[in-house]
C-alpha cells in the first residue's frame, strides 16, 4: 500500500550531477546562466535535467543570486479601470512580449488608494520583484518615492505630474504634440469654437493635452472661454458626463477635442441623444487610436499613440537599463500621429 505523501521521489540538484556525470556546483552554474562551463557539459547537463523533469527551487536560488525573474507591473487605478480600458491592455500586451523573450514573470496589480499604495509599496521594498514598472499614476502616489528610497529600480510609463515623484527611467508619449494636431486639425476643417473634454488635471498626460490644445488656440487667436474647457476622467462614463456640461454651458461648440478615445465615445453617445449629429453638427476628435474607435459610429478621427511600444520600451529600459544600472537615467519619448476618419 502506498501512503498520502509517498510516490516518485523529487528530483535534486545532486541527481541531475550524477546523471550528467559532473558536480554539483557545475550543475548550479550551468542554471544560473554562467559562461564558465563548456558547451558539452552544457548540454549535458539540460539533457539531464530534462530526463528527470528537474526544476529549480526558485527560492533557494532566489538567495543566492538575489534575482526573482520577476517584473512588477502597478497600474494605478481602480481594477475595473484596468479591464475596461483598452489603453492597459495594450501596455500589458507590450510588457508581456519582452519578458517572455527573456523567460522573466509579470506581476500585475493595481493600487489606487493610499492603503492599497502601502500595501504594494510594503512589498515591491522586500524585493520581491526585480523592478517595478509605473502606470497612470497621480499626484498623490507615493510609489515613486518609496520605490526609490528603498533602491527598487522603476521606470515609468508617462512622466509624474509631481517633482516629489523621481522618474529617473521613463517612456513617454508626445502628447503635447498630439493635442495640437488634434486641434489645429479641427480648426483647419473651419471650426471656431473648439471645445476640449480634458484628461484628469493631477496627471502629466492630461495636463499636456490640455497645454497643446491651448496652444494652438492661442496662436490662432481666440480666446478660450471658461465654458470651452471641461474636465475628464478618461473613462466613458466621465466623458459622457463631461459632454453633458460642455452643451449645458452654453458653450455652443461646433468642434471637440477629446483627450481620450474612452471619453470621446462617452462624449459620442450624449451628442446622439441630444440629436446632434457628428460631425456635420460638431466634429470630434480624440486621443490614443484604441481598436474602439475604429468601430464608433462614425470612426473616430484620433491620435494614435503606440502604446505596444511603450510598454516594449518601457520592459526593455527596466531589464537592460535600469536593473542593470547602466545608466542613472533615461527617458524615451515615442511620437504620435493624426488618424483621420469620419467624425471630424
Do not use: W
Not at 509517498?6 to 546562466?33: C, D, F, H, W, Y
Not at 493600487?111 to 497612470?136: C, I, M, N, Q
Not at 471637440?256 to 460631425?279: E, Q
Not at 462614425?298 to 510598454?311: C, D, K, N
Amino acid at each position: 500500500m502506498v501512503k498520502i505523501g509517498e510516490g516518485r521521489k523529487r528530483p535534486t540538484l545532486e541527481m541531475v550531477a550524477q546523471r550528467a556525470g559532473v558536480g554539483r556546483g557545475t550543475v548550479s552554474r550551468v542554471i544560473n546562466g554562467s559562461a564558465q562551463v563548456s558547451p558539452r557539459t552544457r548540454e549535458a547537463v539540460h539533457s539531464a535535467i530534462a530526463e528527470l523533469g528537474y526544476s529549480p527551487n526558485q527560492a533557494a536560488r532566489t538567495l543566492v543570486t538575489r534575482r526573482t525573474d520577476t517584473i512588477a507591473l502597478v497600474v494605478s487605478e481602480p481594477r475595473d479601470r484596468l479591464f475596461a480600458d483598452p489603453f492597459f491592455a495594450d501596455i500589458i500586451r507590450g510588457v508581456s512580449s519582452v519578458l517572455h523573450e527573456r523567460d522573466l514573470q509579470l506581476m500585475l496589480t493595481t493600487a489606487r488608494t493610499e492603503s492599497e499604495h502601502k500595501r504594494v509599496g510594503d512589498y515591491l521594498s522586500g524585493f520581491h520583484a526585480d523592478g517595478a514598472l509605473l502606470v497612470s499614476l497621480h499626484r498623490d502616489n507615493p510609489l515613486s518615492a518609496r520605490l526609490a528610497e528603498a533602491g527598487v529600480p522603476v521606470v515609468h510609463g508617462g512622466r509624474p505630474h509631481s517633482p516629489d515623484q523621481p522618474a529617473p527611467f521613463c517612456v513617454d508619449i508626445d502628447n503635447i504634440g498630439g493635442s495640437k494636431a488634434a486641434t489645429r486639425h479641427l480648426l483647419d476643417r473651419g471650426c471656431r469654437r473648439v471645445a476640449t473634454i480634458t484628461g484628469p488635471q493631477d496627471m502629466n498626460a492630461g495636463v499636456e493635452r490640455l497645454r497643446g490644445y491651448r496652444e494652438v488656440m492661442s496662436s490662432a487667436g481666440i480666446e478660450v472661454g471658461d465654458e470651452l474647457v471641461v474636465q475628464g476622467d478618461f473613462s466613458v462614463d466621465g466623458g459622457a458626463e463631461a459632454m453633458e456640461r460642455l452643451l449645458d454651458s452654453g458653450a455652443d461648440p461646433d468642434g471637440v477635442f477629446v483627450a481620450s478615445d474612452m471619453m470621446a465615445i462617452g462624449g459620442l453617445r450624449v451628442l446622439r441623444s441630444r440629436g446632434l449629429r457628428v460631425p456635420e453638427d460638431i466634429a470630434l476628435i480624440g486621443h490614443d487610436d484604441t481598436v474602439m474607435a475604429q468601430h464608433c459610429d462614425p470612426p473616430l478621427t484620433t491620435i494614435h499613440q503606440p502604446t505596444v511600444q511603450m510598454g516594449q520600451e518601457m520592459a526593455r529600459l527596466l531589464v537592460d537599463v535600469a536593473i542593470p544600472r547602466e545608466r542613472d537615467a533615461e527617458t524615451i519619448m515615442l511620437d504620435t500621429h493624426l488618424v483621420v476618419r469620419a467624425s471630424g
